[in-house]
């Protein structure tokens, strides 16, 4: 689980540079905002998770909480590339939004069971 949360962290370091290259989003089929801070703004939020769950997953068990409330984020992704996904006609937001919820229920899912703790133990860090 180390490994597979370690790797969650580097595809969204990953991804978050891949924000900042000119042209790069078009190629997933997503229109580029008129401004750059809306680039700049998700690309930072991804470096950041990132670097994050890295972290996280050297201590999985002090960390889980952390780990857990990025799988929320992933879940919330999932509906705002759905709604992004009917609204301009692309299935590919789709596509990367089930891919977030994917790894969100790996997550929600996984983690209780290496760490042998109870879901709601981990979300609201109770030991």
Same mark, same amino acid.
């Given at each position: 689980m180390k490994k597979f949360v370690a790797l969650t962290g580097i595809i969204n370091i990953t991804t978050g540079i891949a924000f900042v290259i000119p042209g790069s989003i078009s190629l997933a089929g997503i229109?580029? *905002?008129?401004? *750059?801070?809306w680039l700049l703004l998700p690309a930072l939020f991804l /470096?950041?998770?990132?670097?994050?769950?890295?972290?996280?997953?050297?201590?999985?068990?002090?960390r889980a909480t952390v780990v857990f409330w990025d799988g929320m984020s992933r879940v919330a992704a999932f509906f705002l590339f759905s709604w992004l996904a009917c609204?301009?006609?692309?299935? /590919? *937001?789709?596509l990367l939004g089930a891919a977030d919820l994917l790894i969100g229920v790996i997550y929600f899912i996984a983690i209780p069971r290496v760490l042998n703790r109870g879901f709601f133990d981990i979300l609201f860090d109770r030991n």
């Open positions: 229109e580029a *905002p008129g401004s *750059p801070f /470096v950041f998770l990132g670097t994050i769950l890295i972290f996280s997953s050297r201590d999985l068990e002090r609204s301009s006609g692309n299935f /590919v *937001p789709a």
